[in-house]
């Protein structure tokens, strides 16, 4: 089974909302990653939080880390019809280990 | 900077038929990975590797072999392929960790490679 999951499986809001996305995970890490997916194309890397972090922030993101609930947070702020995708928590180690993904629509 | 180069973009096999996906990285990587996704879902690990001449299972193995002559090249193998394969198939490649413990590979992904199999 997957080590991450996200929550919601979909997501559509209007341009200009915020967008939440969850992850929850199942082992000990050392960082978790969260990654964007455009439709028919590869992952790119969005941002990495460290199991010391609790928060982090990049651009109109901002990423929470919650070890105790084996829990992390995506959100993106000011959503824009361009960062419609799907988007993936990960842990990465010697094997790294992806959630199904979150697909969020922003409409314009 | 071509990054993670997937070939072929596009496959169609019969089942049975042999076939080899090559993936290739010019940023001097120590680690590189495969994985297959599904409609829908996340990404699976097939195999990976953490050097040149190393290979490693991941979660979903079966069916495939891996090779890594080269540490810019990882290859995919498909000895008798089943529809079960029908997939997308991503590689991605990572440096190694600056210390074990940290574990910080960020991913570099190929554009991927689309498989169907009658």
């Known amino acids: 089974s997957q080590q991450g999951e996200e929550d919601p499986q979909a997501l559509s809001i209007q341009e200009g909302e915020n967008a939440t996305m969850n992850c929850s995970y199942k082992t000990s890490i050392n960082n978790l990653q969260w990654y964007r997916q455009n439709s028919g194309r590869g992952l790119v890397h969005l941002i990495l939080?460290?199991?010391?972090?609790r928060e982090k922030h990049s651009g109109r993101l901002r990423v929470t880390l919650d070890t105790s609930k084996k829990s992390s947070s995506l959100l993106i702020t000011a959503s824009r019809a361009a960062d419609t995708a799907s988007y993936f928590c990960?842990?990465?180690?010697?094997?790294?280990?992806f959630g199904d993904g979150t697909t969020l629509t922003v409409k314009p | 900077n071509a990054g993670v180069t997937q070939t072929p973009k596009f496959r169609v096999l019969k089942t049975g038929q042999s076939m080899t996906l090559l993936c290739a990285q010019d940023m001097n990587h120590e680690y590189m990975y495969w994985y297959r996704q599904d409609p829908g879902m996340g990404l699976r690990l097939i195999h990976y590797s953490v050097g040149e001449g190393t290979t490693a299972k991941g979660e979903v193995p079966d069916g495939y072999n891996v090779s890594r002559l080269k540490k810019q090249n990882f290859l995919l193998g498909l000895e008798s392929a089943a529809p079960s394969q029908t997939s997308v198939y991503f590689c991605a490649s990572s440096r190694t960790p600056r210390t074990p413990r940290s574990g910080a590979n960020v991913l570099t992904f190929g554009a991927g490679s689309r498989l169907t199999v009658l």
């Open positions: 990960a842990t990465i180690g010697g094997k790294s280990t």
């Open positions: 939080i460290r199991s010391n972090e």
